[in-house]
């Protein structure tokens, strides 16, 4: 079987192999057809086995390979910056129950991995975005105001509170939603395939699906060495659309720029230092441009990360700029060393907000998960499977729209991590 590499990734290095997985060879048929093996695919193929729906997933490499397996496992309850009066703006009725789904999202998950057993290092533990300068201070009032409508568990922390959850005077108060948490993404991944294929999914991986259309009446997705039709198609690459095999999804591939998200994790923090610094082990991601964000593995590991761009070596011109910047949060940790160092993409769109298409009779794919894709791709996996089995789209959690490619993709592509130099110096303004 060819290996499929993690490069510097901590996840791959504490977590169980999955279950091995056969090629797509020769031809198959299902009553559902899902591309791509990351957390909105599984969870889709979960929920159609539990409704006795034949499906099979077709995957590129392994489940979680992706984006699903190479982020930091924060499980966040929002968006990134759209709140729920800019979705129902948008979006109307259709906008109102995508609200629903994402202030559900995080216990869903949660829900799920204690319904079927999925051993992924899980912590409900809550998640904080505190802010970093004055001004800022509107954006956690706001949320709390536009969630509390909604009926999330949010409450607004003052600058003590935030000190004492977080260890630290960097921060100027903030935002807490209490479902939110983490757990170790490609565990939970890999836990999934597990439960489909436990339930009779079919899982094909080192399958990268060539082309997808629509013949005589079903859905044919084809790969190097097989193809398989079936009544019903979901798409569910997001980010890594367009990565491997760049004719499958232009319209989808080119509406969503993939940015390089770089994640590191500390040597095991000592107990004295870990009760100060995070002491409830919340997730924590700011209102920083360049954003600061951290969480708590099971090994005590801080895991965190940043952005870089330039030449060199950038791992290790990460490790030091983050270094310092966590000696700065909380001087009490002292000296840092990073094991591991790796990344992946994450799907931004031009207004933060996710893109869900028709693809056709009965197909469906969607793509922008704006780095909030953990707790959301595990509740839209329900929707996609009500999708196929045919609720009306009033019942849906879904706001459909027309894909819109960004003009000239491949150029802004390019340019696209000098934002970076941008969001500093905004951030360092507002601070100043």
Same mark, same amino acid.
């Not at 970093?132 to 954006?139: D, E, L």
């Not at 899982?203 to 699906?209: D, G, N, T, V």
């Not at 000592?270 to 919340?282: C, H, L, M």
């Not at 990344?343 to 031009?350: D, I, K, L, P, S």
């Given at each position: 079987m060819t290996?499929?590499r993690?490069?510097?990734s901590?996840?791959a290095?504490?977590? %169980? ?8 060879i020769?031809?198959h048929?299902a ?19 539990? @409704? ?5 997933i ?5 489940p ?9 496992g924060?499980v966040i309850p ?10 129902? @703006? +948008?979006?109307g009725?259709?906008?109102e129950r995508?609200v ?5 999202s ?6 799920m991995?204690g319904?079927y ?10 998640w904080?975005?505190?802010v ?5 201070? !509107?954006?956690a009032e706001?949320?709390?105001?536009q969630?509390? !409508?909604?009926g999330?568990p ?7 509170q ?9 921060w100027?108060?903030?935002?807490w ?7 170790? %993404? ?15 999914g ?9 082309s997808?259309q629509r013949?005589i ?5 084809k790969?190097? +060495?097989?193809?398989i039709?079936?009544?019903a198609?979901?798409?569910a690459?997001n980010a890594y ?7 499958l999804a232009?319209e ?11 994640q590191?994790?500390t040597?095991?923090l ?13 997730a924590?991601?700011?209102t920083h ?5 951290a969480r ?8 965190t990360g940043g ?12 490790k030091a700029?983050?270094?310092?910047r966590?000696l700065?949060l909380?001087p ?5 060393s990073?094991d591991?160092v790796w ?8 207004d ?8 056709? %009779?009965?197909a469906?794919?969607w793509?922008g998960?704006n780095?909030r894709a953990? @707790?959301?791709t595990m509740a839209l996996?329900g929707e996609?499977?009500k999708?196929?089995?045919g609720?009306p789209?009033k019942?849906?959690?879904l706001?459909f729209t ?5 003009p000239?993709?491949?150029l $802004?592509? +390019? $340019? ?8 500093r110096?905004r951030d360092a303004?507002e601070?100043?």
């Open positions: 290996e499929v993690w490069p510097g901590l996840w290095a504490v977590t %169980p192999r999955g279950p091995d997985f056969p090629e797509l020769g031809s048929e009553d559902v057809v899902i591309i791509g093996g990351g957390f909105t695919g599984l969870s889709t193929a979960l929920h159609l086995r539990e @409704a006795g729906v034949d499906v099979a077709v995957e590129a490499m392994e979680g390979w992706g984006a699903s397996g190479r982020n930091n924060q929002t968006l990134s910056r759209p709140d729920p009066e800019d979705i129902v @703006a +948008k979006h009725p259709a906008g995508f629903g789904l994402l202030r559900d995080a216990a869903t998950l949660f829900d991995v319904r057993g999925i051993e992924a290092e899980q912590e409900q533990a809550g904080v975005q505190p970093h300068s004055p001004g800022r201070i !509107k954006i706001r949320r709390v105001r969630w509390s !409508k909604f999330a949010v409450e607004l922390l003052s600058r003590e935030v000190r004492d959850m977080l260890g630290s005077d960097a100027f108060g903030g935002f939603n209490k479902s939110g948490g983490h757990i170790n %993404p490609l565990a939970l991944a890999r836990g999934l395939s597990r439960v489909v294929l436990e339930r009779g079919r899982i094909f991986a080192r399958s990268p699906a060539e997808f013949c009446g079903r859905w044919q997705v790969t190097a +060495k097989g193809e039709t079936a009544r198609l979901v798409v690459t659309s367009g990565e491997i095999a760049k004719s232009p989808i591939a080119h509406e969503v720029m993939p940015v390089l998200s770089w590191m994790a040597q095991s000592s107990d004295n230092v870990r009760k100060t610094i995070i002491p409830g082990r919340q924590m991601s700011d441009g360049e954003l600061y964000f708590y593995d099971a090994r005590n590991r801080l895991v952005a870089v761009i330039g030449p060199g070596d950038k791992a290790e011109r990460l700029r983050v270094a310092e966590l700065r909380w009490q940790i002292g000296e840092v990073f591991y990344n992946g993409y994450v799907g931004m769109t031009t933060f907000l996710p893109r869900f298409h028709r693809l056709g %009779p009965d469906y794919g793509t998960c780095g953990v @707790a959301l996996g996609f499977a999708a196929v089995r609720v789209e019942d849906l959690a706001p027309e894909p819109v490619t960004i000239a993709h491949g $802004l592509r +390019k $340019l696209a991590p000098l934002m970076l130099l941008l969001y110096r303004r601070i100043a």
